[in-house]
C-alpha cells in the first residue's frame, strides 16, 4: 500500500484523540470521537477543519482574467472589487466537470484558486495545458506548501479573532465570499458548512502554532465525517458525488453558476447549449425509518433517478439526500427510494436542508 | 473497552449471551460500534423469523455507513429490542446492554463452537494489520 500523505497538522489529530482514515490517499480525521456532536458544535458554537489536503492554485500574469472568462462555466467579470470570490465550475469541452472551485481576484494579475484535494494534480495539468495554448504568458503555481484551516460557525470569527492579533481590524468587514492578505496568511470568508466563517491559508510551518492557539481559545476541531453532513444539509455539492466528468453543471444544480447570458465563450458552453438538460438534482426528505445512501434508486412517477449525496441529518434528525431525477419531477412530490430490500417513501423538498443554526425543511 | 468473558462471540462482530432459560441475545461488540461510529438507525428481524447461522438478520447504520448484522447461529427470533427505534445510540454508549434481538437457538451446542473473549481479541487485532 502506498504510503498516505499527510497535512501539516497529522501530528496534532493524533494527540486530540482523532480517529483517522485514508480520504483519498490523505491520512485525515474523520472525527475526534462524535461525528454527530461535532456537527451540532458547528451548528450552534463552532468547530475547525482540516482542510490542508485542498489545493491553491495562483494564476498570475497579464491577461489572467482573459485567461479565466476562457476557463470557467462562471464568469469572472463579475469579480470587480480585490479580494471578492466567485465559485464555479471547471468543465471539458462536452461539457463534463473536471472540477469545482473557488477562485478569489487579487489583482488583475493574480487570481488565487482553490481546488478539491483529489482532483488537484489533475486540474493543475488542465490548467497548464490550456495556458499554453491560449495564455502563455501566464504563470500557473499550485502551493502544497500552504495549509488551510476552516474556522466555521456563528462565533466562529470571533474565535479567530480572540486567537489572532490584528485579524479583526482586517477581516471585520470582509463581506461573505471575499477574502483579505494578512502577511503570509490568506484569510477568507467562505466554507462548506451552511455557517458564518472563515477559510484560513497559512504556511505549512505555522499551521501546528495557529491550531494549537484557535484550541486554546476553545475552538473544538471537527473531522471530514462532520464536514460532509454539513455541507450536505447546507445543499452544497460534493465533487465525484453530485458531478462529475460525465455529469454536467446543469444536471448537478449548478445552473446558477454557469453563465450562459453573456457572448463570453468557455470550454464546455457549446456542449451545454447543445444539450439541453433532461435531469435535475433535487432534495429528498425521507419519511420512512432507514438511512439514504449514495446511488439508490429513486422511482418517480417521471422515470428513475438516483442519489448522489445521501445521509443522516443530524439537525433535521431525519435522513436527507441529493438526488438526480428526471425533470419531470416537482417540488412536493412523492417518490420512492430502493433501500436494500424495501421501498421507502419520500418527498422531493427545495434544498438547502439547513443552514445558520436552523432547519430549514 | 475489553470485551466481557461471559460472552460468546462471531468473526462477524456479534456478541452472544446464553441466558437462563437457554434463549441468546445478541448485539455488535464495543470494535463493531466503534468503527462504525454514530448509531442513527437499526432495523432488527421479527419474531418468528427463522434464520440460518451466518445469515443477515438485522441492519445497523451509523452516519457514516450501513452494516449487516449476522445470526450468530441457527434458529428463530424470539424478540426484537424496540426501544432501539428511539435511542440508536445506545449501541455506541453501551454495546453490552443494547441488544439488538433474541433467539432460540436450533442446537444449543452451536452455541459453544462460537468464539471465546480471547479469540475474539484475536480476530480484532488481526484485522488492525
Known amino acids: 500500500m502506498p504510503s498516505l500523505k499527510q497535512t501539516p497538522l497529522n501530528a496534532a489529530h493524533r494527540a486530540m484523540g482523532a480517529k483517522m482514515v485514508d480520504f483519498g490517499g490523505w491520512d485525515m480525521p474523520v472525527n475526534y470521537g462524535s461525528q454527530i456532536e461535532e456537527h451540532h458544535q458547528v451548528r450552534n458554537d463552532c468547530g475547525m477543519f ?21 476557463l470557467l462555466a462562471n464568469n469572472v467579470d463579475k469579480l470587480t472589487v480585490p479580494g471578492k470570490a466567485l465559485y464555479s465550475t471547471m468543465l471539458l469541452e462536452n461539457g463534463g466537470v473536471i472540477d469545482d472551485l473557488i477562485v478569489y481576484f487579487m489583482r488583475e494579475d493574480w487570481f488565487r484558486i482553490v481546488v478539491n484535494a483529489g482532483t488537484a494534480d489533475n486540474d493543475l495539468a488542465w490548467m497548464k495545458q490550456q495556458a499554453a495554448q491560449h495564455a502563455p504568458q501566464l504563470t500557473i503555481v499550485d502551493h502544497p506548501e500552504l495549509a488551510m484551516i476552516a474556522v466555521q460557525g456563528p462565533n466562529a470569527r470571533t474565535k479567530v479573532w480572540e486567537a489572532l492579533p490584528g485579524s479583526k481590524e482586517l477581516s471585520e468587514h470582509l463581506i461573505p465570499f471575499s477574502a483579505v492578505e494578512m502577511g503570509s496568511m490568506f484569510i477568507a470568508r467562505t466554507g462548506y458548512t451552511g455557517e458564518d466563517g472563515f477559510e484560513i491559508m497559512l504556511p505549512a510551518k505555522a499551521a501546528p502554532f495557529f491550531w494549537a492557539t484557535l484550541a486554546e481559545h476553545g475552538v ?22 453530485d458531478m462529475n466528468e460525465r455529469v454536467g453543471p446543469l444536471e448537478s444544480g449548478l445552473a446558477w453558476t454557469v453563465d450562459l447570458k453573456s457572448p463570453r465563450d468557455f470550454i464546455g458552453k457549446a456542449a451545454l447549449l447543445a444539450h439541453p438538460p433532461t435531469l435535475k438534482l433535487v432534495g429528498l426528505l425521507l419519511l420512512d425509518r432507514g438511512v439514504l445512501r449514495d446511488h439508490q434508486h429513486v422511482h418517480s412517477a417521471h422515470g428513475e433517478g438516483e442519489i448522489t449525496s445521501g445521509s443522516f441529518s443530524p439537525t433535521l434528525e431525519k435522513s436527507i439526500a441529493l438526488a438526480r431525477v428526471p425533470n419531470g419531477v416537482q417540488i412536493g412530490d412523492s417518490v420512492q427510494v430502493a433501500v436494500r430490500d424495501k421501498m421507502l417513501a419520500a418527498r422531493v423538498v427545495k434544498y438547502p436542508f439547513a443552514r445558520n443554526g436552523k432547519g430549514l425543511v | 473497552m475489553s470485551n466481557p468473558g461471559n460472552l460468546k462471540y462471531t468473526a462477524s462482530h456479534e456478541w452472544v449471551k446464553t441466558e437462563a432459560d437457554g434463549t441468546l441475545t445478541v448485539g455488535i461488540t464495543d470494535h463493531a460500534q466503534e468503527l462504525l461510529g454514530d448509531m442513527v438507525f437499526v432495523e432488527a428481524p421479527t419474531a418468528g423469523r427463522k434464520l440460518k447461522a451466518k445469515e443477515e438478520c438485522a441492519v445497523v447504520e451509523s452516519v457514516k455507513a450501513a452494516a449487516d448484522v449476522y445470526a450468530p447461529v441457527s434458529g428463530t427470533v424470539t424478540a426484537a429490542n424496540s426501544e432501539l427505534d428511539g435511542t440508536p445510540e445506545a449501541i455506541n454508549s453501551d454495546p453490552y446492554g443494547a441488544w439488538i434481538f433474541k433467539m432460540k437457538p436450533d442446537n444449543a451446542a452451536d452455541v459453544a463452537a462460537l468464539l471465546d473473549a480471547t479469540a475474539y481479541q484475536a480476530v480484532v487485532d488481526s484485522e488492525a494489520h
Open chain 1, 220 to 241: 473544538k476541531p471537527i473531522g471530514l465525517g462532520a464536514r460532509d453532513t454539513l455541507r450536505l444539509e447546507a445543499g452544497m455539492n460534493l465533487y465525484g458525488h
Open chain 1, 50 to 70: 482540516d482542510v490542508s489536503h485542498m489545493r491553491v492554485v495562483d494564476v498570475k500574469g497579464e491577461g489572467a482574467r482573459a485567461f479565466l472568462r476562457h
